[in-house]
């Protein structure tokens, strides 16, 4: 996956194809599965929200793509490969992850934590430099200020901007985020989707990305993918989820407001 | 009152390294035997209520009563009152580090897992230096109470400190006894700072 070559300024990779098929866990000791068949095809490149209230199960289905979770029934594959037949620390390394959290490494610097994964691939010093740098650029985070600073030193934003540029390191040709901008403000949340909406266009990766806020969901979504009770309620493109509610659930999700929401789509983002 | 000190020097000093020595050998070795013990009891729930339970029961053994027993074992000398030591500081060097690794940010190892670390890369590489200063805060905490400890070493032969407190005690010599009391206080008091700063360069 990462090439040996060193062409690391040619950025723009394929995006991965990611198949669920009746894909259910059941937590031990759980009296109800955490997520119930969930069947699902996400296309190379494509930006899939699943959206749904706390509990439904969406993280849980995302973490079943990169193994954090092992699935109780059915099959995860990745560009038609079983997932289970991957060694799972090799498996996620070729997967990007962001989450809520961020989760830096407080005793790394920067570019130390966004070096993780080149290093655990192998790469060479120099290469490594080169693609922090490039990284931090991607999104925007002067290189020359940044590099050297530690976690603590860094606002909710401009940590999850550096957890964006770690998972992206190694190239992923799949990036899984987790609620990445939920614990910030709604002005860096407006600023960091931007900047993932652009990121997604010009490297054409693969992107499942987990909300409960139906306004993200709306303004980053190829498709949306909603979720309840552990089981996909409907799922297609945003308008189509505005306009045509497959119940009363997603009804009540969308909001009354739906038509206004849906005339706010219009205005592209690259714009606000 | 510290008239001995100044009399005899040499004799301190020596006495004083042999201190040093029995607290940093016991320590070491403790250490060794308390990163794995605190490693499995923070993973394994189960095994957490055993090591903490003996390590406990093993702290509450009178000193004196510890060191008759593993004469009785392993006779006379140092090796005894090392592996006295040895004993009395796990309970507070494995609490140290199943604190440590309990209350490192889930979101670490999360992260961590998701981006591809083993679980042993994780453990070495995020774990181990998130939870540094609270294990390092154990490590104090033991080496000040060994320092203390060590005294009583010179009961079953072991040397240190303890040799001045002995024989001003049985010579009713009372210039040896705070001669060798100033020593290990002094002692304790260098080994809490010097870790203490230790703790707090490992925390930036």
Redesign the interface.
Known sequence: MASSQATDSAERAHGARVELRDVGVRYTNATVAAVRDVSLTIAPGELTVLLGPSGCGKSTLLRTI?R?VEPTSGTVLIDGADVRARDA??????IG?V?????????FTVAQNVA??PR?LGWDDARVAARVDELLTLVRLDPARYRARRPRELSGGEAQRV?VA??LAARPHLL?MDEPFAAVDAIVRASLQAEIARVHRELGTTIVFVTHDVDEALRLADRIVVMNAGAVVQAGAPDAILQRPADAFVRALVGVDGETRRLALERPLIER | MSGYLVEHPARVAALLGQHVVLVLVALAVALLIALPLGVLAARRPRLALPILGITGVIYTIPSLALLALLVAVLGLGPLTAIVALVAYAQMVLIRGVVAGLRGVDPALIDAARGLGLTARQTLLRVEFPAALPVILGGVRVAAVSLVALATIAAWIDAGGLGVLLFEGMNSDNSAKIVAGALAAAALAIIADIVLRGVERAVQR
């Not at chain 1, 620390?89 to 070729?94: K, T």
């Not at chain 1, 989450?99 to 490494?105: D, E, K, P, R, T």
């Open positions: 990169n954090l620390d090799a498996l996620r390394r070729e992850y989450i809520q959290a961020v989760g830096l490494f407080p005793h993780v994964v655990l957890g770690r998972a899984l």
